[in-house]
């Protein structure tokens, strides 16, 4: 006790102490520091962002001459009070630093709310930028506040004013509030609205972000805040703000840095966006001279984009393709591709129909519940509650099978009754998706794979829920990392011009989500899924063939017969991979034969051309050996089907496929005189399936078809799946 109340009171002793400290060290440099003149001050305005190896993806350099000083008279009114009720509304009484904002911020970083808003002011944040920099240290932290504390003196609130809407960036290279007028409305700065001056002054918190063109739910959202803080400090009557009408805002140019960069256009939006996760503005990007040095290893990257662009040379010009590379090991993104249009729509971000890829999860949830590999179940046609069927495509059936079968041919009725086996039957296949990396929310969708309820319906076993080509990608590596998770990631460092490390990422060590026994078992019911999807294993010319983990996902296109996104995803113990075929408007996916696409066609051979040329010469690595779940380590034998010698009359798909015991020559099964189950059919079907059914008209959740390895419909309300360009998220 004695102990104690001496250890407390050298504390009590010592925070004074620290106090005064601080005090002195402020005081000194206060009295120290000079502070330029308005206009006197020159900005570095080149960024660089770098792939592991040191190359060079992409600059971030504004065109020349584009910012054109204007005087505080020439600046709207509305424009000046948009930016205080954005940035800092206690800017005409505060001196230069605000106590209650660095409280907020403060408290906002304990306590993990994003939401509570910046300690800044808008001088503080002008001297940050244009005068002491980004080092993260207590002397420059010192050095800004001194300098903002004497500039709140020695200039006025105008002179500050103009000098921070002189310097700071709006996006779309634009340096400057005049350069923004012309950037984003193509009128002169004396003629914004206060509709166009809230949208600028939303913009400049994270132009990569709140740019109406990039994400214009987002935008909107921005834009209202600072209109409710026009209203708050007296700026706006609160009906004249319910009369602001959002603004129309200019068609991004074209003839940009960006729209010349391809692919690698979309990595940097990936990367503009982590930063800003980071606490590194977009600001401190344009005028610090940053090297950012990313994940994206420069041969998987390589093999991304050549895979594409080989492998849809010569098809229809209407398809679109989308893959996501990801290290189990570390999380981090090693490939991106997400189009060719470095300003245009991201598919590999998209929200997009999944198909049957997602029967893995509803496996993964199987086994946590101690139901095995070896668990037995009926491919007969399902009648769900409330009169939904599900029914395989083209009768394919594999009888009764176990679920290592039953995943291989993708068999929606199994996997259907499977999850209604399930301790929460559709929510924990959701529950489980998300554990391993599919994310809770994206874009404007705030809870994905479920309804307005807060429940998942049936048809999420079967991929009718939008995910995105990079969540897959994470998920099927957390897969690949025996049950750990890591987040993706894009920014492995941040340096200034000057070397100071403004971040660099140390190794996650992850978080287990799935036992070691469940993610290896599920591992060995993959494998032989990418040669049974059209021969499409791994190999390397060195090694030979390379062991992979995968699954195939189609989803139709309405009744029309075609489909409108495939998959392929699938993984080695060093690298996942998830890619996505389809169209900008959920068109019919087509060859240039006019053939239906499935995942097991064009997405499966751009994933095996991806994974080949990422892996090439890359030691082949095995997969644990699994441990018993339920009973059962890995696949269980399955006894392979009758077999039977084909007449002349008999058809090239019954040659293909033999009677199962109990079908009759059409292919049905009679289970009694006069009685059948139609399964049967002659026309041709491929090796995979087409997935959850939707028209094309939009994205997000919704009933569907689900066809699975040429198996199943799922019948019901459809889903919609629109793609639209120049948008990093589609909207529902």
Known sequence: MKASAWTLGVLAGAVPLVAVFLVVAFLFTYLTVDVPSPGDIKQNQVATITDSKGGTIAKIVPPEGNRTDVKYEDIPQSMISAVKAAEDRDFDSNAGFSTSGFSRAALGKAFGKSGTGGGSTITQQYVKNAIVGDEVSYKRKFKELAIATKMSRQWTKEEIMAAYLNTIYFGRGAYGVDAAAKAYYNKPLKKLTPSESALLAGIIRGPSIYDPAVNPDLAVSRWNYVLDGMVAIGALSKSDRDAQKFPKVAKVSTDTTESKEGPNGLIKRQVMAELEKLGITEQQVQTSGLKITTSIDPKVQKSLVSAARNKLD???????????????????????????????????????????????????????????????????????????????????????????????MSLNTVFYRLMMDLNGQADAVADTAHRLGIAESFGDIQHTLQEKNGHSEGGVVLGQYPSRVLDMASAYATLAASGIHRDPYFVEKVETSTGDVLFERQKDKGKRVVSEA??????????????????????????????????????????????????????????????????????????????????????????????????????????????????????????????????????????????????NENGDVVIAPGVTIPIGGDQQTPTEEPGTTGDGTGTGPGNGTENGNGNGNYRGRNPTDQLAPAAPVPTT
């Open 314 to 408: 010569g098809e229809p010009n209407n398809l679109r393709t989308a893959s996501v590379s990801v290290d189990p090991a570390t999380g981090g993104v090693k490939g991106y591709y997400g189009g060719e249009d470095g300003q245009g729509w991201d598919y590999a971000s998209a929200g997009l129909q999944t198909g049957s890829i997602f029967k893995v999860f509803a496996l993964v949830a199987a086994l946590e519940q101690d139901i095995p590999l070896s668990k037995y179940y009926s491919s007969a046609p399902y009648e769900a509650p409330g009169g939904l069927v599900v029914e395989n495509s083209d009768g394919e059936s594999c009888g009764s099978c176990n679920l290592a079968t039953a995943l291989k």
């Open 518 to 663: 469940v993610a290896d078992n599920v591992t060995s019911a993959m494998m032989p899924i990418a040669a049974y999807s059209n021969g499409n294993s791994l190999y390397d010319p060195t090694y030979g063939p390379r062991p992979s983990a995968s699954k195939t996902g189609t989803a139709q296109l309405g009744d029309t017969g075609y489909n409108k996104d495939a998959w392929m995803a699938g993984y080695t113990p060093q690298l996942s991979t998830a890619t996505w075929v389809g169209t900008d408007k959920g068109a019919p996916l087509r060859t240039y034969s006019g053939g239906s696409v499935y995942g097991s066609g064009l997405p499966a051979q751009i994933w095996k051309a991806s994974m080949d040329g990422a892996l090439d010469g890359v030691p082949i690595e095995q997969f644990p050996t699994p441990e018993a779940v339920g009973g059962q380590a890995g696949v269980p034998y399955e006894p392979p089907p009758t077999t039977y010698t084909p007449t002349e009359t008999q058809t090239t798909r019954e040659r293909q496929r033999p009677r199962l015991p109990g079908q």
